[in-house]
């Protein structure tokens, strides 16, 4: 489907007054006809009084950022794009099937709590013309979707909560209303898909062994330290899913990112005992070197002579005194060692 704009003139405001000054000209036709008698010019009056507002179905009024897809017993006729008062064909008919779709998204939505209220009112003002034509309108204004937030399993099998945000728009309207069944479900659901696509390739945190990137090499991508690399590749799974239905992708962006609740303390805890890890291994490289010179000095300067046995018990008391959580308490020894 190839989308067309419609650019003829905007008309509306013209038929309008139009339209205003026929049933001012119908209400003189009657009262003239009838008290004159004159049949043809009574029955004209009322003829106008009678289908004059049918002319009134082709207002349709534009705002900066809308459009507004017609189609004329059942054919696609054209877009209107450009904010303004048109006229068109009273018999056309604005075509939005995601006009009632409610999102987590901005502009257009607030969760879906109102749906059932602004159901209720489009049944109950049927009639209502306005009503009816701004729920047909298609925002072309960027908006941002938030889906609710995935718990997925990452390359390594951890489950893990993430939860992404999209900047989108539409830059088709006929892709958008006829390729798919409802534009706006069609994207939540890829958005969905391709996150789970990309987040099953990727560990939490670097891990060894792990091709992120399919070249059959080992790298440190993950999605807490990549997370712009992920973002970037869960917005271009999308656009390519989302082509065809007329809606450009402009960023994407991880906004929540976690363990599941069920395995997060575990996890913290092996965050911590790594911390630890590397921290003792880097006080014990300090302390052996510290021991290390200490005993260098000692032969350098010729303090004391020392035997293999009475380092190997200076080097224990050093490394005891360095390595450990607590302040060291001396004890002074008196006598000899033998």
């Known amino acids: 489907m190839t989308e067309k704009v419609l650019s003829g003139k905007k008309n509306g405001m013209a038929v309008l007054l139009l339209t205003i000054l026929g049933y001012l000209a119908a209400i003189v036709f009657l009262i003239f006809g009838g008290s004159r008698g004159i049949i043809p010019l009574f029955v004209l009056g009322l003829i106008w009084i009678c289908l004059g507002w049918i002319l009134l179905l082709g207002l349709k009024v534009l705002k900066p950022k809308e459009a507004l897809v017609l189609t004329l017993f059942g054919k696609y006729i054209g877009t209107l794009k450009e904010e303004g008062f048109y006229f068109v064909n009273p018999f056309c008919t604005a075509v939005n099937p995601a006009a009632k779709t409610k999102l987590s998204q901005s502009g257009d939505v607030d969760g879906g709590h109102s749906n059932a209220l602004l159901s209720a009112a489009l049944t109950k003002n049927a009639g209502d013309a306005n009503i009816e034509l701004t729920s047909k309108k298609i925002s072309l204004k960027a908006m941002t979707l938030s889906n609710s937030r995935q718990k997925i399993n990452d390359c390594l ?20 209303v006829f390729n798919v069944d409802n534009y706006k479900e069609y994207l939540s659901l890829q958005c969905d898909s391709a996150v789970r696509n990309i987040v099953r390739i990727y560990p939490y945190d670097v891990a060894p062994g792990v091709d992120t990137t399919g070249d059959g090499v080992e790298d440190d991508g993950s999605l807490r330290g990549s997370s712009e690399l992920v973002a970037s590749r869960i917005r271009d799974e999308i656009q390519i899913k989302v082509a065809e239905a007329g809606i450009e992708i402009l960023e994407a962006r991880i906004t929540y990112l976690a363990y599941a609740p069920e395995i997060a303390a575990v996890m913290l805890q092996r965050q911590q005992a790594s911390a630890i890890i590397d921290a003792r291994k880097m006080i014990v490289d300090g302390a052996v070197g510290m021991v290390e010179m200490a005993l260098e000095k000692l032969n350098e300067n010729n303090i004391v002579q020392l035997d293999e046995e009475r380092k190997a018990a200076m080097v224990s008391n050093l490394l005891v005194v360095l390595c450990g959580n607590k302040d060291a308490q001396p004890i002074v020894n008196s006598g000899s060692l033998y």
Do not use: Q
């Open 157 to 176: 099998g951890n489950p893990i909560e993430i939860g992404i945000a999209v900047i989108w728009r539409v830059t088709d309207t006929a892709k958008a």
